[in-house]
C-alpha cells in the first residue's frame, strides 16, 4: 500500500512513464538543464515532485499555445 510521501515523490523510472519520456533524457537533462525538469536529490537518490512535474508540464503547455 502506497503512502501520501511515496505517491508525492517518483523515482526517476516512474517520472519518466509520467511525462510519456525516456529515462535517457532525464539523465541527459539532469546534466544539461536545457528542458529544466525539477528534480531533487534525496542522499543518493533522484526523486521527482508529481507537483514540480505538474507545474512544469503546466508551464511548457501554455507558453507553446499558438496565439491568435
Known amino acids: 500500500m502506497e503512502t ?3 505517491q508525492c515523490w517518483l523515482s526517476v523510472e516512474q517520472a ?3 511525462l510519456g519520456c525516456s529515462r535517457s533524457l532525464l539523465d ?5 538543464k536545457l528542458l529544466g525538469i525539477p ?3 534525496l542522499g543518493r537518490h533522484i526523486r521527482y515532485s508529481r507537483t ?3 507545474a512544469y508540464l503546466n508551464s511548457k ?3 507553446s499555445e499558438v496565439k491568435a
Open 39 to 41: 528534480y531533487s536529490r
Open 52 to 54: 514540480e512535474l505538474d
Open 61 to 63: 503547455s501554455s507558453s
Open 16 to 18: 519518466a512513464k509520467y
Open 4 to 6: 501520501i510521501a511515496t
Open 28 to 32: 541527459k537533462d539532469r546534466i544539461t
